[in-house]
T-cell receptor, first 113, second 113 residues
Framework: DVKVTQSSRYLVKRTGEKVFLECVQD?????MFWYRQDPGLGLRLIYF???????EKGDIPEGYSVSREKKERFSLILESASTNQTSMYLC????????????FGPGTRLTVL | AQSVTQLGSHVSVSEGALVLLRCNYS??????LFWYVQYPNQGLQLLLK??????LVKGINGFEAEFKKSETSFHLTKPSAHMSDAAEYFC???????????FGTGTRLKVLA
């Protein structure tokens, strides 16, 4: 079974703090994704990566950056957290292009005070 | 551009009744279509996917969906609802030449005893 793990299930941070969310997958997937999930808005793509050190902006990249130094690990960084970044963050991975399924981690619920 | 519309943000059914969750998509090229389920405080789990083989796709937990090109629909059904089906369901679309999955805004299913 594919396993995608996220470093924290719940996280509380202060406005202005730098926040790191870590995601690790164990199935040698090329693609990794970060989404945020908000009620009524579904999943919105923040960034994705199709290879080590490669990344592309998704639909809502503002205020976020990412890092992928190793194939299995994809980090989401909030450079200066703001209250409007309070959300559920979901990481996913998949094999290369085509019909492949995305596999999701359990999510990190981030609250910024 | 691709898009997904899920009609009904909340659906309630009685236990044992038919479940019908609606998904319409827009895509200029043949799409791949997915249904995911999210249980409380968990990540998303694949229910089923359409990849241009059979138009009627069977998934886990007794769910199935039918791809109807003429109606641009991919509705999810289950003949008899169970209490354990209470969750949020997401429809997603992807095309073969892209990395991106486009998600609908989700439908929360409530099963009444």
């Amino acid at each position: 079974d594919v396993k995608v793990t996220q470093s924290s299930r719940y996280l509380v941070k202060r406005t202005g703090e730098k926040v790191f969310l870590e995601c690790v997958q164990d199935m040698d997937h090329e693609n990794m994704f970060w989404y945020r999930q908000d009620p009524g808005l579904g999943l919105r793509l923040i960034y994705f990566s199709y290879d080590v050190k490669m990344k592309e902006k998704g639909d809502i990249p503002e205020g976020y950056s990412v890092s992928r130094e190793k194939k299995e690990r994809f980090s989401l960084i909030l450079e200066s957290a703001s209250t409007n970044q309070t959300s559920m963050y979901l990481c996913a991975s998949s094999l290369a292009r085509g019909t492949d399924t995305q596999y999701f981690g359990p999510g990190t619920r981030l609250t910024v005070l | 551009a691709q898009s997904v519309t899920q009609l009904g943000s909340h659906v309630s059914v009685s236990e044992g009744a038919l479940v019908l969750l609606r998904c319409n998509y827009s895509s200029s090229v043949p799409p791949y279509l997915f249904w995911y389920v999210q249980y409380p405080n968990q990540g998303l789990q694949l229910l089923l996917k359409y990849t241009s083989a059979a138009t009627l796709v069977k998934g886990i937990n007794g769910f199935e969906a039918e791809f109807k090109k003429s109606e641009t629909s991919f509705h999810l059904t289950k003949p008899s609802a169970h209490m354990s089906d209470a969750a949020e369901y997401f429809c997603a679309v992807k095309t073969g030449g892209t990395y991106k999955y486009i998600f609908g805004t989700g439908t929360r299913l409530k099963v009444l005893a």
